[in-house]
């Protein structure tokens, strides 16, 4: 099953993503407030066995898509886990020998078939597709054997970036990563339950139709259980938190001359057993 968060008129639930529309489940479990709380509650078969026999309650178009889980206590993204992302720097490393991390806020995405946001200090709004796991069983010091243990669901992420402004310091990126609405996360959490789901899954994304990144899971340089494994070293994992877990090459600032984003773009970004993940682009 799918499970989103989305707004109506009537307010925010969660519940189950069908091809006709959404199920409300939040309203027969008031004890578990978002899907944060499903997750630490581990719960979500739960919700599945509610959803059983029922009907849509919200059509689509009655509807859109939040934030799968709306306020993570940390969102930790993985930077250059591809190779041909990492022969972009050209800096002679065929690998580095620890993953780029940094830390994104919850309000710098939006959801599904909302616009992605160009702020007007800056033209230089780029896509980044990624997969992102989400934490169910908290940990610290979690070794990468029993790693996936610690999964609850998957998603999908564009990891959107000011690009220009992840170079106006020396060592950081937080300020081109971080612009309000400038990346997106969903459209739902498809529940993790076989390494299948992660080892070696196809990640694409399209602007205006045409394939721009193309690449496989198997082929990260720092495979999720390392991810796992190294980020739980030196911070204790929680329900909820999102590791967003790296992006192919084939952004629109490695195109010569560069291919940014504009208003009225449309970005599909797509991986295998999870599904598809669009948003359009707007100025600020």
Known sequence: MRFATYRTDGGTYYGVATDEGMIAL????PQWPTLREVIAADALHDLALAARGRSVTHPNGS???EIPIPLPEKIICVGVNFPDRNAEYKDGQEAPPNMS????????FTGAGQPLIRPPETPQLDYEAEIAVVIGKGGRRIPQARAYDHIAAITLCNEGTLRDWVRH??????????????GAIGPWLVPFSA??????????TKVNGELRQD??????LFPIRRQI?????????VPGDIIVTGTPTGAGARFDPPRFLKPGDVVEIEA??????VNTVEDE
């Open 26 to 29: 939040s309203p027969d479990f």
């Open 63 to 65: 509807f859109r898509y």
């Open 101 to 108: 991390l940094f830390i994104r806020f919850p309000r710098s």
């Open 169 to 182: 310091a020396k060592f950081n990126v937080t300020q081109g990563k971080n612009w309000d609405r400038s």
């Open 195 to 204: 390494p299948a789901q992660l080892d070696d899954i196809r990640l694409t």
């Open 215 to 220: 690449d496989r899971t198997s082929r990260m």
């Open 229 to 237: 494994e190294y980020i739980s070293t030196f911070t204790t994992l």
């Open 272 to 277: 295998e057993g999870i599904g598809k993940l």
